[in-house]
């Protein structure tokens, strides 16, 4: 990846209240990779998830979303070409036809990108099974052609073939220009498809480097990064 980067923090510190969470992070997605951002629960990687999307301000420091360092509010960003994808973001009273609709995805194009909808399009989104309604709030998200996909936890609660099958819709899409930031805790998986990955621990990045790099201390990286605080 050597385009400019589609967001960049230098210095970036953020937080609640006075407190910090996350400090002096420095971290950036290009087009067409995949980054994945681990650690353990409470180190901060939902916050800085939130402030990259631009829903949390920074406390100091800077986000550059598209080369501005402005600050630029979530809907502005989505507008722009950022997807976030939270906990299972599906109307769960409305059908999986509808739920594409309101989102303004061509079904046509879901479907491609999961077929396994298809049979589910006149269901309720509240009676798919948790994977079924994860592929239809990605879909979601990826179906606009976002620039940049922020991800929390897409796989949280999954059977192992379904996080496969979303990371894998995710990969293609960064094959095809996406840039991505995943939080996982499924580290063996996000590893098998990341450029890059950064571990944060205590609201700091301790370590970054490619999966290879990683996987050559992950048994140290799962046991004190990821099990425990
Ligand atoms: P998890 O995997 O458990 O979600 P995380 O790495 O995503 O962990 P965060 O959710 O970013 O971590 O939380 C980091 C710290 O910030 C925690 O101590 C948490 O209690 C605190 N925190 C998170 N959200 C808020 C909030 N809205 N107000 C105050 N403190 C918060």
Known sequence: ASAEPLIATRGLSAGYGTQ????????????????ALLGPNGAGKTTTLRVLAGD??????????LGGAGRAPLHRRARQGLAY?????????????ENLRVGRVETARALELFPELEKRLRTGAGMLSGGEQQMLSLARALCRSPRLLLADELSLGLAPLVVERLLRAVREAADRGLGALLVEQHVRKVLDIADRVYVLRRGRIE?????????????????SYLARP
């Open 20 to 35: 910090p969470v996350v400090r002096d992070l420095d971290i950036e997605v290009r087009p067409g990779e995949v980054v």
């Open 56 to 65: 949390l301000a920074p406390m100091s420091g800077e986000v550059r979303w």
């Open 207 to 223: 370590m970054t480097g490619t999966p290879r790099e990683l996987r050559e201390n992950l048994d140290a990286v799962e046991s």
């Open 85 to 97: 994808v939270g906990e299972r973001a599906v109307f769960t009273r409305l059908d999986v036809a």
